[in-house]
């Protein structure tokens, strides 16, 4: 068997060669792949999604490919993130395991359950920590999508990781003339494929629109290191600078239409972002042509005019949709407001342990007053923190606490490398977007920017992983070069 196995190595070998391929080829274009597929299937964060029936099987078969072929060597490089997601692996796999009846008794919050138990008469029954399992084995299923995008990133080399942006921008300008096209189509436009959506707005690939936002301001940095990236060709470098110019002033209008507070100020931030981005990678290059840069201050000044231009019609079509929702508190921000201080009392109620994985709707439900009943239900905390201390406890703080820990180191070594480490900074703004958007909403329970976040991981860790990397292998000669 083993001679056998060999045998077919050796003849996938032959294969790519002949092909023309390097052994990079096959696990970028299942990511490239897969991303269509999360972008068509992973814009909603419900359970019962029809959409995931395709998604989660795919994303366990690329786990698979993704497996075949990976060494060890990968996963050093990126250790610190093979951990952290190991660690979340583990502990929603903890809250899946049934204990013993004492020890699940002398968990905190359990009281109500242990006395039902008593009183139907089921004796002592084996429990998992999770309140509601089959809600534990969801999230489980559903990290299936961040972890084939983790194990096929990296097996990619860091020029094979930049190349991720412009892949990224696109998919990006899909959901956006996606979002174009719904508005067209009025409230029963076919293009909204989700059941619990927006209707009144439009979401492109998505079901939330603040999360269509989140995603859309997310693509300025990458705009930003994109049109900074070095260009042998001076056409391709000025085609590449207009294309970013105009793929940002067609987001912005699509972003302020929306009325997402979040993601307006989300999007003004990854503007500054992209805009720092791009002016501190190319000083160096500007000073050393002036007439280049008169071109750029030129072209910033028409930048700015353009984009005055995007908010005042934006403003105008869509009813000023936005600015009416930063003047005065909606209904779903006063609920915010009112749920926020029960589920911190409720944390303290299942702390240190939690509630479980996946267990924070039927659990608020326990507790939630009579005053804010509503025909429907609170699905999510709307503030990612407070969802994690109520269903995953210390374990899962600890866990957020090394995350942040991570990304502030991933920042500090993409600061001193300067221009050099564009995509690294370019990975840690889109992160800081991201834990911004998860400050009133839930942006990262959807598997598009769940794959969004892991992807910008890859990013900020290039530097230290192409450090850590030591001797390069030969399909990374270009490791030195700009990231």
Known sequence: MRRRSRSGAHRWKRLVERLGLDREAVPFAVLVTFLLLVLVTGGSSREDVQSLVVLLPAA???????LWGLRAEHLRRYRGLA?????ILVLVVLHMVPLPPALWHALPGRELVAQQDRLLGFGEVWRPISLVPEGAANVLYGLAVPVAVFLLG????????????????????????????QFAGGLDSVFYTYRVSNPDVATGAFANRNHQAVFLALLYPMLGAFAAGPSRDGGVARAKRLGSLALGLFLFPLILGGGSRIGLFAALLGILFGGLLYVTSTARRLRERRKEGGALRRGLIVAAVLLVSAIVIASVT?????????????????LRLKVWPLIW?????????????GSFAPVFQLAEPDQILRPTYLNRAHNEFLEILLTAGLPGML????????VLNYGRQALMRGRHARVAQCGVA??????????????IRTPILSSVLV??????????????????RPDDRSDSAEQ
């Open 318 to 334: 869509y009813k000023g949709v936005s600015f009416d929702r930063l003047m005065q508190a909606s209904a779903t921000q006063e």
């Open 345 to 357: 009392k409720q944390s303290g109620d299942y702390f240190p342990v939690g509630s479980g994985a």
């Open 60 to 66: 366990v078969l690329c786990c698979g490919v993704a």
């Open 83 to 87: 951990a952290l997601l190991g660690a």
């Open 430 to 443: 889109v992160i800081i977007l991201l834990v911004l958007g998860s400050i009133t909403d839930y942006p």
């Open 154 to 181: 990296i097996r990619l080399s860091q020029d094979r990781l930049r190349q991720l942006v412009p892949v990224l921008l696109v998919l990006g300008a899909i959901s956006g003339c996606w979002a174009v096209l």
């Open 399 to 406: 866990l957020l606490a090394a995350g942040f820990i991570m």
């Open 455 to 472: 992807i910008a991981s890859l990013w900020a860790a290039a530097v230290e992983a192409e450090v850590r990397g030591g001797a390069k």
